[in-house]
C-alpha cells in the first residue's frame, strides 16, 4: 500500500534538472509531496487532486497521472537550496483520508 | 505563524519505562497524526484522528504503544513499556482537509533513545 519513490538517491550539480517519481498499486485519488531537510520536519510542497493535473512552487513542479496511477516531481535548475530528501503521500484507502508517505528520495546539490 | 508543538523534543530513557509524548495541534486543525521516522523505514504512520476521534491505528503496535486526543488541543503518543527499538523521532502532524484531502503541518518531532 506504500508509494513507491524511485530513484532513492539522487547527486546533482547546481543547476541540473531532476524528476522523482511517484508509484502506487492501489488508485490514487490524490498525491502530495513534502521536502524534509536535515535534522528538520517535513514540510508541505503541493498537493494533486487531479488526473494530468500540473502544479508548480518556484521552480519544482509536478505531475499526477491518475490512469497510472503515477506521479513525477521535476525540480528545474536546481538550487543548493533544494537538498534533502523528498517524500511522496497519499490517502490509505478506505481509512477516513489516512495518510502515508513513500521511503523518500534524497536529492543532493552540489556547487 | 501557526505551529504544531511537541514536547518533549528530546528523550533519552531506560528500556521498560514509560514514554508519554505530547503534542498541541494548530487551532482550527481537525486532524491529527503521528507518525515514527527511522533511516530503515521512513515515515511510519503509527495513528490518525479526525475531530478526536481515532480512525487508523492500524500502523501501531497495540501492545505496549496508545495514542489519545482527550481534548481539541491536546494529542498523545504513550509507550509502556519502552524498548530500544523504539528509537526514532516520532512526529506529530496536524491539518485540514483541502478537497477531501489532508494537507499537514508536522511538529519538530521528539527524538526518543532508549537505552
Known amino acids: 500500500q506504500q508509494p513507491v519513490q524511485s530513484p532513492q538517491a539522487v547527486i546533482l550539480r547546481e543547476g541540473e534538472d531532476a524528476v522523482i517519481n511517484c508509484s502506487s498499486s492501489?488508485?490514487?485519488?490524490?498525491v502530495h509531496w513534502y521536502r524534509q531537510k536535515h535534522g528538520e520536519a517535513p514540510v508541505f510542497l503541493m498537493i494533486?487532486?487531479?488526473?494530468?493535473e500540473q502544479k508548480g512552487h518556484e521552480k519544482i513542479s509536478a505531475s499526477f497521472n491518475e490512469k497510472k496511477q503515477q506521479s513525477s516531481l521535476y525540480l528545474t535548475a536546481s538550487q543548493l537550496s533544494y537538498s534533502g530528501t523528498y517524500f511522496c503521500?497519499?490517502?490509505?484507502?478506505?481509512?477516513?483520508?489516512?495518510?502515508?508517505f513513500g521511503k523518500g528520495t534524497r536529492l543532493l546539490v552540489k556547487p | 505563524d501557526a505551529r504544531v508543538t511537541q514536547t518533549p523534543r528530546h528523550k533519552v530513557t531506560e528500556m521498560g519505562q514509560e514514554v508519554t509524548m505530547r503534542c498541541q495541534p494548530i487551532?482550527?486543525?481537525?486532524?491529527v497524526f503521528w507518525y515514527r521516522q527511522t533511516m530503515m523505514q521512513g515515515l511510519e504512520l503509527l495513528a490518525y484522528?479526525?475531530?478526536?476521534?481515532?480512525?487508523?491505528d492500524s500502523g501501531m503496535p497495540k501492545d505496549r504503544f496508545s495514542a489519545e486526543m482527550p481534548d481539541a488541543t491536546l494529542a498523545t503518543l504513550k509507550i509502556q513499556p519502552s524498548e530500544p527499538r523504539d528509537s526514532a523521532v516520532y512526529f506529530c502532524?496536524?491539518?485540514?482537509?483541502?478537497?477531501?484531502?489532508?494537507?499537514?503541518?508536522f511538529g519538530a518531532g521528539s527524538r526518543l533513545t532508549v537505552l
Open positions: 502532524a496536524s491539518g485540514f482537509l483541502l478537497s477531501g484531502a489532508n494537507v499537514l503541518t
Open positions: 492501489k488508485a490514487l485519488y490524490s
Open positions: 494533486l487532486l487531479k488526473g494530468g
Open positions: 503521500g497519499t490517502e490509505r484507502e478506505g481509512q477516513g483520508f489516512s495518510f502515508i
Open positions: 487551532l482550527g486543525h481537525n486532524t
Open positions: 484522528f479526525r475531530n478526536r476521534a481515532p480512525l487508523d
